[in-house]
């Protein structure tokens, strides 16, 4: 049994779903799981895990400063341990490439190449939005085409498929050998 540590950043809660889910994964596959707020958290990485799954989401282009400025402090611990990096974003629903700029981007910024990558698309949840942001978000869908601009319910493009398995691959290596007979 593996110990995992998922310490993640989030504004609007989607994240904080995501790590959920995947610390549910996490302990379906007979391993223990421990999420972490960094906002509200930042402290020193604890000991005693097997692996770390950071998790970040995406605002105007960067992820949050805070989730940089924990793995800037602990990168020889993540280096040192299987770890992985969840992007969450918009882009990540059909622009790869653009999701893809801003894992460059946080990696340049901290100095940390994560092996494993997961980019997951995010939600747009206008009913929790304040007057200002509501407006800003519906613009900008309508200026990308997108049909998602009545603000009056919330839009989720999370695959959780996609989040399951890329937990399950990131897991494979701490999976028990088979007992001998
Ligand atoms: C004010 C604002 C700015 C955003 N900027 C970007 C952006 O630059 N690129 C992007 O791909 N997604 C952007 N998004 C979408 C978020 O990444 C998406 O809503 C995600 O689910 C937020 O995760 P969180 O709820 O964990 O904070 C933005 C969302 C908001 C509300």
Do not use: C
């Amino acid at each position: 049994m593996a110990k995992i540590y998922i310490p993640y950043g989030t504004v609007e809660g989607q994240t904080a779903h995501i790590v959920e889910y995947i610390a549910d994964v996490v302990r379906a596959n007979g391993h223990q799981a421990e999420t972490a707020d960094l906002k509200h958290s930042p402290g020193p990485f604890p000991g005693g895990y097997d692996g770390v799954i950071v998790a970040a989401s995406v605002h105007v282009g960067k992820h949050e400063g805070y989730v940089a400025d924990f793995v800037k402090k602990n990168r020889a611990e993540l280096e040192r341990l299987p770890s992985a990096l969840v992007s969450v974003s918009m882009a990540a629903h059909g622009d790869e490439q653009t999701a893809e700029g801003y894992v460059e981007k946080f990696e340049q910024d901290t100095g940390w190449r994560p092996a494993h990558i997961g980019l997951f698309a995010g939600a747009v949840l206008y009913t929790h939005y304040g007057f200002i942001k509501k407006h800003v978000m519906k613009k900008i869908a309508s200026d990308k085409g997108s049909p998602d601009t009545d603000t009056s319910r919330d839009y989720v493009y999370t695959e959780w498929d996609g989040v399951r398995r890329f937990t399950e691959d990131f897991l494979a290596r701490f999976a028990e050998p088979p007992a001998q007979s």
